[in-house]
């Protein structure tokens, strides 16, 4: 109570707090001596401050601090005909990815003053359909999808991380899925690896097409056969362990043999290391596991999970920037932006056992 009583006592007339309303740019104007556009330049870091002396820059931070006050951030929505919102769809809020791609975005749209606001769909279409009619009612420039299939444009700039498809206004962040085969399958074929089993992801995953693809692709250079008995797909849509479970037991139920695994994601090689497990089977000694993703407990689990890096922050940060590019105008943005990814090597994968044909269960 004595402060505000200074506060009160050391302001001039004018002072809007003593009516107990907000303190103004007139207040400061009026405290400091210096013209209301000035100090407005100040506290909005304008292109034109550093005209302004340091001294007096620090004065006026020091003075809106002093009265406690914001700028307006509606006035400056106005001013400039922005909401300084952006609008960010992801299919679960809990998940490791999305988590990882969301720090990367935060991160950058902080640093420029901008807000987001987050839309879960779980993944179902319609929601998918309605959340962006409902995120432009609320005024955003422009949306970052994560790992959502998108089959249409939309009518602000889109930035679609984990996209592939070549939609008119979107463009996309995505890991270089070509590369990352090379180096899960020519990691494998230099260990000594020639009979290996696939997961394909589901359809609701954006990566799942191209990465599927490149496998193939890339399988077809190593002349390395991808055969359907060894092949299975992925049902289950949830982010967990679990994703990865019956699909392997599925593959050992078949009989036949295979020496090395090649998850869709580090959820599914989790699962896929119980089942093998529970086969009786041991990892990476009857049965080499790669991931990809590189989720946090990646490293954790015994044994230690080799896997793809997907630079998740990264990817956030460039799809954050891309975005506020689009929204100001400033350069033509390419429809890709490719993301290099990185194998790391850990304890799920070694050379196959010389002569085996089949699996010694214990």
């Known amino acids: 109570m004595l402060k505000m009583k200074r506060m009160t006592k050391q302001a001039k007339p004018g002072d809007d707090s003593q009516s107990g309303q907000p303190p103004s740019l007139r207040t400061l104007g009026e405290y400091l001596n210096l013209s209301p556009a000035t100090i407005s330049l100040v506290l909005n870091n304008a292109p034109g401050v550093r005209s302004i002396p340091q001294e007096t820059r620090d004065r006026v931070k020091a003075a809106a601090a002093k009265f406690k006050y914001r700028p307006s951030f509606y006035a400056r929505s106005l001013r400039k005909r922005q909401s300084f919102l952006v609008g960010v769809l992801v299919p679960e809020l809990n998940d490791s990815y999305t988590t990882g791609v969301l720090a990367g975005v935060e991160d950058l749209l902080i640093e420029e003053g901008y807000f987001y606001l987050t839309a879960s769909h779980r993944r179902k279409q319609d929601l998918i359909e309605e959340y962006p009619l409902m995120l432009l009612d609320r005024s955003v420039e ?15 700039p889109v930035v679609a991380v984990a996209g592939h498809r070549e939609i008119e206004g979107v463009t996309n962040v995505a890991v270089d899925q070509r590369r990352a085969a090379e180096l899960t399958l020519r990691h494998l074929y230099k260990l000594g690896h020639r009979k290996i089993a696939f997961m394909r992801g589901g359809s609701h995953s954006s990566d799942a097409e191209d990465r599927w693809k490149s496998l193939i692709a890339v399988a077809a250079e190593l002349r390395l056969d991808v055969s359907p008995e060894l092949t299975v797909q992925l049902v289950s849509r949830e982010a967990a362990p679990e994703l990865g479970l019956a699909p392997t037991k ?106 085996r044909t089949r699996w010694k269960q214990s």
């Open 250 to 355: 599925e593959l050992l139920r078949r009989g036949a043999y295979f020496t090395a695994l090649v998850c869709y994601d580090d959820f599914a090689a989790i699962g896929a290391m119980k089942a093998i497990r529970d086969h009786g089977l041991k990892v990476p000694e009857d049965i080499s596991v790669v991931g990809f993703d590189d989720i946090e407990g990646a490293s954790f689990y015994t044994p230690s999970l080799t896997t793809i890096r997907q630079p998740l922050r990264q990817m956030g940060e460039v799809a954050a920037h891309t975005l506020l590019k689009r929204i100001r105008g400033l350069e033509t943005i390419p429809n890709m932006s490719p993301i290099l990814p990185e194998l790391v090597i850990r304890e799920s994968t070694c050379p196959p056992k010389p002569g």
């Open 142 to 156: 422009g949306f970052i999808v994560i790992d959502t299939v998108l089959t249409h444009g939309l009518s602000l």
